[in-house]
């Protein structure tokens, strides 16, 4: 459920949007996401759905989903299914869904009254020559040999352009602005290119395709946009957007403001990038719970509460917004302590022999699937001869300060008995291979007086447990800034070195047995150990499959600091 607490607030986007309802500037906030279907969404685009629909949410306005579909060799349908699918998990619906492609025929008539105004012109210079032509930062362009050409030349052209008459990429259609602009964007820029690709949703019919900036103006401008919300790399293209919306016979004037994108260290969130990981099958898909995609946080168990508490936490300005992992993992495992119920699994197993059970005299303890909300309910800890604890629970040598168990020493069962390690079996390279262990009958539920036992150790019952498959998921990068990392020779390294070989580790581990019982996308805290989701495809409930969604602490900072 959304409440307008879970939004970025003080930020300068919703001092404008106050503002301008206060004038009567604008009567309604109409905003709106407009993701390329070229990729997956990332984490990126987590905090841009949460800007756009939020503030609709928040001032009472409307938020449109619009696909911004002018580039047709990397879009199709599988990434169209995917961006509606995450905007509605991360809570969100949409008021109406457009595709920039629903106004292809309006833009090419845009096109056409700017032919007849003298405003553009087709131009037949190829790409190297346009650059030739363009100048640089400090020099002008110069105008091209075709700039002159009379408007019904134009116009002829253009519409031959449209049949298919010419070869891909011989001709553009351009602006006629300004080659001198300080501004690269206003040297007029190209607005439309051949370019036979078939298309997702309009086929064949088109040869000629809008460029974006042109196209996202109008889009802006035909869907009553009252706030374009760009990251600031747009910045020096509102020149251009106004330019546009100006200079077209539309009566709605929309008004683009930037604000400055996420970069998360240890990730990259860069499309071409993260397609490179899916082909060269360094990870299993789009959705591997490594990548910083929504369907692939979502698969590691990321909660969309969670996603839109890290994008308030990490707020909206126009300065540099680097954010460390750390922020994001924070934000999930503040979500999840409240509404995770608690499971005890043992992922490194070593059995115990109980020598002194007795069926008459030891019990078993029911056990709350929640600390703090005893609405969730209990369930029964069944204690049994031999037990399962964690290997690393157990040390033959103990370091200074250890709490858990050694050779004669005691621990606590996690909701049960005291117990006392009598006997160590090891087998012929000494390698511990089992316990021996006596239990204090007096101490199901009392402190026993007159001695300490301060470890507190998890365990399950060998008649109980439950096989499981558990993915240990960790940092898909060894590194803050994996695409930024320069060699000897002042050229970027490639990104893929620095790829984690430790982020992803499988186990059969053993769980209780409600694991038996779990739908896909089940959140629970193994506790001791961390967050966990049963697995969206593969998990069933005759071989349940776990990822770890995030450890209980940043182990990432404890290994930092310990250096």
């Given at each position: 459920m959304l409440n307008k607490d879970q939004f970025a607030d003080n930020h300068f986007i919703r001092s404008i949007i106050e503002e301008d309802l206060q004038s009567g500037k604008c009567q309604q906030v109409m905003t709106r996401f407009p993701p390329e279907p070229n990729g997956y969404l990332h984490v990126g685009h987590a905090k841009s759905i949460c800007l756009n629909f939020g503030l609709a949410y928040i001032y009472d306005g409307l938020c449109n989903l619009r696909f911004d579909d002018t580039n047709p060799e990397k879009e199709s349908d599988e990434y169209v299914r995917s961006i509606k699918e995450d905007v509605q998990w991360l809570g969100f619906q949409w008021h109406e869904e457009h595709y920039a492609s629903d106004y292809f025929e309006r833009l090419y008539d845009y096109a056409v009254a700017l032919i007849q105004d003298g405003k553009a012109y087709v131009d037949d210079l190829d790409a190297e020559e346009m650059r030739q032509y363009r100048g640089t930062l400090t020099e002008p362009g110069r105008n091209s040999p075709y700039r002159e050409r009379s408007v019904e030349e134009n116009l002829d052209l253009f519409v031959r352009m449209r049949g298919g008459e010419f070869p891909d990429g011989s001709k553009t259609l351009r602006l006629k602005i300004d080659m001198a602009a300080g501004n690269i964007n206003l040297r007029d820029p190209v607005i439309y290119r051949i370019r036979r690709v078939h298309h997702h949703r309009t086929g064949d019919k088109w040869v000629i395709y809008p460029?974006?900036?042109?196209?996202?103006?109008?889009?802006?401008?035909?869907?009553?946009?009252?706030?374009?919300?760009?990251?600031?790399?747009?910045?020096?293209?509102?020149?251009?957007?106004?330019?546009?919306?100006?200079?077209?016979?539309?009566?709605?004037?929309?008004?683009?403001?930037?604000?400055?994108?996420?970069?998360?260290?240890?990730s990259i969130t860069s499309k071409r990038k993260l397609n490179q990981l899916v082909v060269q099958d360094h990870v299993s898909g789009w959705d591997d719970p490594r990548m910083p995609t929504i369907s692939g946080m979502r698969r590691r168990g990321y909660t969309p509460e969670g996603l839109r508490l890290f994008a308030k936490r990490v707020g909206i300005s126009k300065s540099e917004n680097v954010v460390d992992m750390s922020v994001l993992e924070g934000a999930i495992r503040e979500d999840l302590e409240s509404v995770a119920p608690r499971m005890i699994a043992v992922l490194n197993p070593i059995k115990v022999e109980l020598i002194n059970f007795d069926e008459a005299v030891t019990q078993s303890r029911e056990a709350p699937y929640h600390p703090h909300h005893p609405e969730m309910g209990e369930r029964l800890m069944p204690l049994s001869k031999t037990i399962y604890i964690e290997a690393d629970d157990f040390a033959l040598d103990p370091p200074k300060g250890w709490q858990r168990l050694t050779p004669g020493g005691e621990v606590r069962l996690r909701y049960s008995y005291v117990i006392k390690c009598e006997e160590v079996v090891q087998d012929a390279s000494g390698r511990v291979v089992s316990l021996k262990c006596s239990i204090d009958h007096e101490t199901l539920a009392a402190?026993?007086?007159?001695?300490?036992?301060?470890?507190?150790?998890?365990?399950?019952?060998?008649?109980?447990?439950?096989?499981?498959?558990?993915?240990?998921?960790?940092?898909?990068?060894?590194?803050?800034?994996?695409?930024?990392?320069?060699?000897?020779?002042?050229?970027?390294?490639?990104?893929?070195?620095?790829?984690?070989?430790?982020?992803?580790?499988?186990?059969?581990?053993?769980?209780?047995?409600?694991?038996?019982?779990?739908?896909?996308?089940?959140?629970?805290?193994?506790?001791?150990?961390?967050?966990?989701?049963?697995?969206?495809?593969?998990?069933?409930?005759?071989?349940?499959?776990?990822?770890?969604?995030?450890?209980?602490?940043?182990?990432?900072?404890?290994?930092?600091?310990?250096?």
């Open positions: 460029m974006y900036d042109y196209t996202h103006a109008i889009s802006d401008a035909i869907e009553n946009i009252t706030h374009s919300l760009c990251t600031l790399e747009f910045e020096s293209h509102r020149p251009l957007y106004d330019w546009v919306v100006e200079n077209i016979a539309i009566a709605h004037q929309p008004h683009q403001y930037e604000f400055s994108r996420l970069e998360l260290l240890y402190k026993p007086q007159g001695r300490k036992v301060k470890g507190v150790i998890h365990w399950l019952s060998t008649e109980h447990a439950v096989s499981a498959k558990v993915r240990l998921y960790d940092r898909l990068f060894t590194v803050e800034r994996p695409d930024a990392v320069r060699g000897d020779d002042g050229q970027y390294r490639d990104f893929t070195e620095f790829l984690n070989p430790a982020s992803v580790t499988e186990i059969d581990a053993l769980v209780e047995p409600v694991a038996n019982t779990l739908a896909p996308e089940t959140r629970y805290q193994f506790e001791r150990l961390g967050y966990f989701v049963t697995d969206r495809y593969d998990h069933t409930l005759e071989n349940p499959v776990f990822n770890r969604t995030v450890t209980l602490r940043d182990t990432w900072q404890a290994q930092a600091e310990k250096k």
